[in-house]
């Protein structure tokens, strides 16, 4: 069964720092696409970024702009791995919830989408910028 916890959220002053983390297990084999989305106060489920735990290629939404940064642990396995969003320059537009999710069967070939019927799920870890 995959299982997804994300950890790392908070409250912090507008321009600072976070990272936050997903751990996955119950993965299937070592390609999977993993990705990070948001929930802002009012609006739809939204794409972060994506992460191929295979060939480590990555993917982004336009509006990150270099801000942030998705990583893996080098010390995956096939049935487990960690995989992190470095989040900078936080703007309090960017308070929010945000999750980890992961869709087995293969590398991403883009950016994953919110409405993949086939994503797993996390619970979600809570992002704060305040000014």
């Known amino acids: 069964q995959v299982q997804l916890v994300e950890s790392g959220g908070g409250s912090v002053q507008a321009g600072g720092s976070l990272r936050l983390s997903c751990a996955a297990s119950?993965?299937?084999?070592?390609?999977?696409?993993m990705g990070w989305f948001r929930r802002l106060p009012g609006k739809e489920r939204e794409a972060v970024a994506g992460i191929s735990t295979g060939a480590g290629n990555t993917f982004y939404a336009d509006f990150v702009k270099g801000r942030f940064n998705i990583s893996q642990d080098d010390t995956r396995s096939a049935a487990r791995n960690t995989v992190y969003l470095s989040v900078s320059e936080l703007q309090v537009e960017d308070s929010g919830m945000y999750y980890c999710?992961?869709?087995?069967?293969?590398?991403?070939?883009?950016?994953?989408?919110?409405?993949?019927?086939?994503?797993?799920w996390g619970q979600g870890t809570q992002v704060t910028a305040s000014s």
């Open positions: 999710a992961a869709r087995l069967g293969g590398d991403c070939a883009s950016l994953p989408s919110s409405v993949d019927v086939n994503l797993y």
């Open positions: 119950g993965l299937i084999t070592s390609h999977t696409c």
